[in-house]
């Protein structure tokens, strides 16, 4: 396997999501995971599916927490290349579980959020 290692930047840590969009999906907070989306996110939320500007993403991200309460999150696989990364997680909830997927991309060497993607696990 080969590698390339950016100086000042740990291997490990090039390919992993900054941990406090994971910690803001496990508490259900929308507010605090705006702060790392771009200024507009393809949302892809159980009947909804569209880009939004980043506020009302949040909007839309804070019904969802409200009716679905938050019980645990859970990244199972993370990766990516160039300028952007990706990560799989399971959301338990207190009316079911659900995959979550999002996509970041590099804007002004910041990681940010340009997809998220939440589905039922049973497929609705």
């Known amino acids: 396997m080969f590698m390339i290692s950016f100086p000042g930047i740990p291997v490990q840590d090039q390919t992993r999501i900054p941990p406090e969009i994971a910690a803001a999906i496990k508490a259900g907070n929308a507010a605090e995971l705006s702060k790392y989306m771009n200024s507009t996110v393809e949302l892809l939320l159980l009947d909804k599916e569209d880009f939004y500007k980043k506020n009302v ?63 039922s696990e049973n497929g609705k």
Do not use: M, P
């Open 57 to 119: 993403a949040e909007a839309i991200l804070t019904d969802f927490f409200n009716t679905y309460q938050t019980k645990d999150f859970v990244i199972s696989h993370q990766g990516g290349r160039n300028d952007a990364q990706y990560a799989i997680g399971n959301l338990k909830t207190v009316k079911g579980n659900f995959r979550v997927y999002f996509l970041l991309k590099k804007v002004d060497q910041q990681l940010l959020i340009h997809q998220i993607r939440i589905n």
